[in-house]
């Protein structure tokens, strides 16, 4: 049985994570639930799961959820704030740590697990996008283990070779006959838009995917396609690939996750219904497998599997993040910073869609930073370009 802790379990990914250990509970237990606010879902989690240890960021929340476990007898231990949740992520008794927290506030507690040499269930993209360098490093040095949650690298490390899937992050790709890998992404509701029609995209028709059902953030970062660029980034940093060795398809159906090309002329693909439980599940049992009780694909009905290549014209986003990323890391860290305060202010009418590019691009190219040497100088760099951003906003 495999002993779990879950950063950011009243998410998306952490309730879809929970309702595999529902169904499986021969396999897996929980130990320790992490999250920011929200009380009542934290509070049902725990009557349903009775984990040992449970952490809110937010100390209100967690006096309020303390006196309400006590009245329902729960025995279960509710602690609080940064310092806390990084305990739990490194538990000694935990096997597992899905870090499903979104943001900048996921960093400590994903290093903390790494330090303490966990198995990392990831689904933060900030971890890698801004920290690529750092955290890679670190799980050299402590024998940790990454494992992506994320369609599309989930699906890249499905077909990948076993001893590469357990040396991820530091294989060659060429040495086990890899080529490349095919980084498949639905160009979101925009893909058939042209340059002119997308200065008119409404906040509602940014959030509104085709295909997953998201949050508004990365609902919108798939619409300018910065999404893909970001995965792109975190692609390079988990199968250790270069520049050449990564391509980016458009595959509007969804049904194709992602592709590795062979030297022999192989090409493997993971397909599936887009379900993250799938991904999870792989993850949660790898190297195994189990039933997820999600459908299947019926290729009887499926009439159409279509690929193309991005245009960078009109999704300038993405070819922005592969640039940064080449640039350097301190570069990803504002990019990361300055799109997440464009997307907001977009969201709130304040800049239209189209903008959101120019706020990423005025930003990097306004910004001067050294290269990070640590966790600290990662989370200041993020802080500055932050303000810098929005200073960008308030001249449009």
């Known amino acids: 049985m495999k002993k779990i802790t879950i950063l950011g379990s009243t998410g998306s ?88 927290i979104v943001g900048m506030a996921a960093l400590l507690p994903i290093l903390s697990a790494i330090y303490a040499g966990k198995t990392i269930l990831l689904a933060n993209k900030e971890s890698l996008i801004t920290c690529g360098s750092l955290f890679m490093k670190a799980l050299l040095s402590s024998g940790a283990r990454i494992l992506p949650i994320d369609s599309e ?50 906040p509602h028709q940014a959030c509104s995917h085709p295909n997953w059902s998201m949050g508004k953030k990365i609902s919108v970062d798939s619409a300018t396609m910065m999404n893909k660029g970001l995965e792109y980034v975190e692609a390079r940093w988990l199968f250790n690939a270069s520049k050449s060795e990564i391509k980016i398809l458009i595959h509007p159906e969804s049904v194709v996750h992602s592709m590795v090309q062979y030297c022999d002329g192989s090409l493997l693909a993971q397909l599936s219904v887009p379900d993250i439980k799938i991904s999870i599940s ?92 640590c966790i600290e100088d990662v989370l200041e760099i993020d802080r500055q370009s932050r303000i810098l951003a929005k200073n960008k906003i308030l001249t449009y």
């Open 153 to 202: 690298h989930n699906a890249i490390f499905q077909v990948l070779p076993l001893e590469m899937q357990k040396n991820i992050g530091v294989s060659s790709l060429k040495l086990y006959g890899v080529e490349h890998i095919l980084l498949t992404g639905s160009g979101g509701p925009f893909y058939n838009f042209s340059v002119s029609d997308l200065s008119c995209v409404t």
């Open 13 to 100: 990914i952490g309730i879809n994570t929970l309702s595999i250990i529902q169904k499986n509970p021969n396999l897996f237990k929980v130990i320790a639930l992490v999250a920011n606010k929200n009380v009542t879902v934290m509070l049902h989690q725990c009557e349903l799961f009775t984990p040992d240890w449970v952490a809110m960021r937010d100390e209100k929340s967690a006096n309020i959820l303390r006196k309400q476990i006590k009245r329902k007898k729960i025995k279960t231990q509710v602690l609080s704030g940064e310092k806390d949740i990084c305990y739990l992520a490194a538990l000694k008794e935990t096997d597992q740590v899905v870090a499903a």
């Open 282 to 373: 792989y993850a949660m049992s790898w190297p195994y497998r189990i039933d997820t009780k999600v459908n299947f694909l019926n290729f009887a009905k499926i009439k159409n599997l279509s690929f193309f290549e991005p245009d960078f014209v009109q999704f300038p986003c993405l070819k922005l993040a592969i640039d940064a990323f080449s640039d350097s890391q301190a570069a990803m860290i504002v990019l990361n910073a300055a799109n997440e305060i464009a997307v907001s202010a977009f969201l709130n009418n304040q800049i239209t869609f189209t903008q959101i590019y120019e706020v990423n691009i005025n930003t990097l190219t306004s910004s001067f930073f050294s290269e990070p040497n």
